[in-house]
């Protein structure tokens, strides 16, 4: 059996050395257009950066080794133009001259293109960088060591544009990011994107939000947004996301769906037979909705590099789906989501409520502990966890957990129940993941009914009393302009002083407290919600409708 694979990074390779390792008798050829195979590309920021320093430490595996230890045939600098299914062949272009490459079995692993938005200036401007493999990372560092940049303006504010930031800043460059959604981070949502913005200003990062760039001028000097705000740059870095590398695709009749991704089934076999596909490339089922999506991510491709082999011999290990779990560091803090955000779950009319948890990522008593802040997104009938996105210290296991939960089809009833590791250094008795999960279930269980930040306005003209539970030295730091305030350890002895007719929202600082107001109240006959996340999270989003005194 003769397999050829294109594409020779993460889901490529990995099916080409599972596939040896399955079968020693087949002819394994991977093509790959860059001269690179095996490369770590989520590690180019930190090589940008210096917190990698040696170059090498990128490279995996060479064409050699890769030769030697599994006996396959890896070609550089080889780009596959066409695909011809009915003669089982390729047409590959090598040193300027195209070449016929024949094939039993073909799997299409090419992985994703930077998006290039067509902006007038743009295509002339020699300062425009994007940043996908290695030759990508050496001429950016190029260009900014034989230039003399100064300035720096990522287009675009999404995970790797943060990365990014981060990495010029720590080479001395003066770093802006020009973002079209109204937040940083645009798959996650924004109270929880807000944080990590506020960390990108303390660090020295410009960030401008809302706008999109319009045009580029001065030979790439100056770009010019929507609302025709300036913004003067040595260097751009395109950052505004990829798309399916199927251009070579568009004359083979393989059938290609969202945003030109290769639509295959569950075992990876595309329209075409003989043909399968893997990673950033392919279209995939996202498991939460059950609707289609990309998700260019290294660790499903290399789950399904490793199952697509396992199908070719016989094994059936069929695509279960992805649910996006992805992570990123900003300076001091980190930013990590799994599966569907609230802007998607609106998007699908699927039924949900939100639970923000705030607290520390190990034992408050414990030295060094630093804070985190989780939200779960479920099905207040079913319990079905759509998604999870957390902001802070630890918050990657607990993620992790949660990705696991949604991927196992657990429900709120399970989190309470998961035995997680404890002691002080590490977490809580009661870790993030288990108090989230019962946040959730009180309000399955009718327990406490909340309302989300962006619902504070809303509840308040329908008439809602906001009452502050907090203590005296807290609203010092911060306060709602329109609150009432009975600290909590008083409000069974001040009843008195509320009307029993008057609907109230409770709020404390992170919606702790609030909730044992909320039970208190309620059990005295009162019509009382909870402000999700409390004060914390609203003056986060929004500080300046809040009064500092």
């Given at each position: 059996?003769?397999?050829?694979?294109?594409?020779?990074?993460?889901?490529?390779?990995?099916?080409?050395?599972?596939?040896?390792?399955?079968?020693?008798?087949?002819?394994?050829?991977?093509?790959?257009?860059?001269?690179?195979?095996?490369?770590?590309?989520?590690?180019?920021?930190?090589?940008?950066?210096?917190?990698?320093?040696?170059?090498?430490?990128?490279?995996?595996?060479?064409?050699?080794?890769?030769?030697?230890?599994?006996?396959?045939?890896?070609?550089?600098?080889?780009?596959?133009?066409?695909?011809?299914?009915?003669?089982?062949?390729?047409?590959?272009?090598?040193?300027?001259?195209?070449?016929?490459?024949?094939?039993?079995?073909?799997?299409?692993?090419?992985?994703?293109?930077?998006?290039v938005p067509d902006l007038p200036g743009l295509a002339t401007a020699p300062n425009v960088s994007v940043l996908r493999n290695i030759?990508?990372?050496?001429?950016?560092?190029?260009?900014?060591?034989?230039?003399?940049?100064?300035?720096?303006?990522?287009?675009?504010?999404?995970?790797?544009?943060?990365?990014?930031?981060?990495?010029?800043?720590?080479?001395?460059?003066?770093?802006?990011?020009?973002?079209?959604?109204?937040?940083?981070?645009?798959?996650?949502?924004?109270?929880?994107?807000?944080?990590i913005q506020h960390t990108l200003t303390q660090q020295g990062v410009r960030v401008i939000t809302g706008q999109a760039v319009a045009?580029?001028?001065?030979?790439?000097?100056?770009?010019?947004?929507?609302?025709?705000?300036?913004?003067?740059?040595?260097?751009?870095?395109?950052?505004?996301?990829?798309?399916?590398?199927?251009?070579?695709?568009?004359?083979?009749?393989?059938?290609?769906?969202?945003?030109?991704?290769?639509?295959?089934?569950?075992?990876?076999?595309?329209?075409?037979?003989?043909?399968?596909?893997?990673?950033?490339?392919?279209?995939?089922?996202?498991?939460?909705?059950?609707?289609?999506?990309?998700?260019?991510?290294?660790?499903?491709?290399?789950?399904?590099?490793?199952?697509?082999?396992?199908?070719?011999?016989?094994?059936?290990?069929?695509?279960?789906?992805?649910?996006?779990?992805?992570?990123?560091?900003?300076?001091?803090?980190?930013?990590?989501?799994?599966?569907?955000?609230?802007?998607?779950?609106?998007?699908?009319?699927?039924?949900?409520?939100?639970?923000?948890?705030?607290?520390?990522?190990?034992?408050?008593?414990?030295?060094?502990?630093?804070?985190?802040?989780?939200?779960?997104?479920?099905?207040?009938?079913?319990?079905?966890?759509?998604?999870?996105?957390?902001?802070?210290?630890?918050?990657?296991?607990?993620?992790?957990?949660?990705?696991?939960?949604?991927?196992?089809?657990?429900?709120?009833?399970?989190?309470?129940?998961?035995?997680?590791?404890?002691?002080?250094?590490?977490?809580?008795?009661?870790?993030?993941?288990?108090?989230?999960?019962?946040?959730?279930?009180?309000?399955?269980?009718?327990?406490?009914?909340?309302?989300?930040?962006?619902?504070?306005?809303?509840?308040?003209?329908?008439?809602?009393?906001?009452?502050?539970?907090?203590?005296?030295?807290?609203?010092?730091?911060?306060?709602?302009?329109?609150?009432?305030?009975?600290?909590?350890?008083?409000?069974?002895?001040?009843?008195?002083?509320?009307?029993?007719?008057?609907?109230?929202?409770?709020?404390?600082?992170?919606?702790?407290?609030?909730?044992?107001?909320?039970?208190?109240?309620?059990?005295?006959?009162?019509?009382?919600?909870?402000?999700?996340?409390?004060?914390?999270?609203?003056?986060?989003?929004?500080?300046?409708?809040?009064?500092?005194?």
């Amino acid at each position: 059996m003769k397999v050829v694979i294109v594409g020779g990074v993460a889901g490529g390779m990995s099916a080409a050395t599972r596939l040896r390792r399955l079968d020693e008798t087949a002819e394994i050829i991977v093509l790959e257009q860059g001269p690179y195979v095996s490369f770590a590309n989520c590690g180019l920021p930190y090589y940008l950066s210096g917190e990698i320093q040696d170059r090498a430490d990128l490279i995996v595996q060479t064409p050699a080794k890769l030769k030697q230890r599994f006996n396959i045939d890896v070609r550089v600098n080889q780009r596959v133009t066409a695909v011809v299914p009915d003669q089982h062949q390729l047409s590959v272009q090598v040193a300027g001259q195209t070449v016929t490459e024949s094939y039993d079995k073909l799997i299409l692993a090419p992985g994703a293109v930077p998006v290039v938005p067509d902006l007038p200036g743009l295509a002339t401007a020699p300062n425009v960088s994007v940043l996908r493999n290695i030759p990508d990372l050496d001429r950016l560092m190029a260009k900014l060591s034989t230039t003399g940049a100064r300035t720096v303006t990522l287009v675009g504010g999404g995970f790797i544009s943060l990365e990014m930031a981060e990495a010029l800043r720590r080479r001395g460059l003066t770093v802006t990011i020009v973002e079209q959604a109204s937040h940083v981070l645009p798959p996650l949502d924004e109270e929880m994107a807000a944080g990590i913005q506020h960390t990108l200003t303390q660090q020295g990062v410009r960030v401008i939000t809302g706008q999109a760039v319009a045009s580029v001028r001065d030979n790439g000097r100056t770009l010019v947004l929507a609302d025709e705000t300036q913004v003067q740059t040595d260097q751009i870095v395109l950052a505004v996301g990829v798309r399916p590398a199927t251009d070579f695709l568009a004359t083979s009749g393989i059938h290609l769906g969202l945003r030109g991704g290769i639509e295959v089934d569950e075992t990876y076999q595309t329209s075409a037979p003989d043909v399968y596909a893997v990673g950033d490339a392919i279209v995939v089922r996202n498991q939460v909705s059950g609707q289609p999506a990309l998700i260019s991510l290294a660790s499903p491709a290399n789950r399904q590099g490793r199952q697509v082999a396992d199908n070719l011999i016989g094994l059936p290990h069929h695509n279960r789906g992805s649910v996006g779990t992805a992570i990123v560091r900003v300076f001091d803090t980190a930013a990590t989501m799994t599966g569907l955000n609230e802007a998607a779950l609106q998007a699908q009319q699927l039924p949900y409520k939100a639970a923000h948890y705030r607290g520390s990522d190990h034992a408050d008593y414990f030295p060094g502990a630093q804070s985190l802040l989780l939200k779960l997104l479920f099905n207040p009938q079913s319990g079905e966890l759509y998604g999870a996105q957390a902001v802070g210290h630890g918050v990657d296991k607990r993620i992790d957990v949660l990705a696991t939960a949604i991927k196992g089809h657990l429900t709120v009833a399970d989190l309470p129940e998961l035995e997680l590791s404890y002691a002080p250094p590490f977490g809580s008795a009661k870790d993030p993941v288990n108090l989230v999960g019962e946040m959730a279930q009180n309000i399955m269980d009718g327990l406490s009914d909340n309302r989300q930040w962006h619902e504070l306005k809303a509840a308040e003209v329908a008439g809602r009393q906001l009452l502050d539970v907090r203590n005296p030295t807290e609203l010092a730091a911060g306060r709602f302009p329109m609150a009432i305030n009975i600290p909590l350890d008083q409000l069974r002895d001040r009843l008195s002083e509320l009307d029993p007719q008057q609907p109230y929202i409770v709020s404390c600082q992170s919606g702790h407290r609030s909730y044992v107001a909320e039970r208190i109240l309620k059990q005295h006959g009162f019509d009382v919600v909870n402000l999700d996340g409390g004060f914390a999270l609203y003056q986060t989003v929004r500080p300046d409708e809040v009064l500092d005194d």
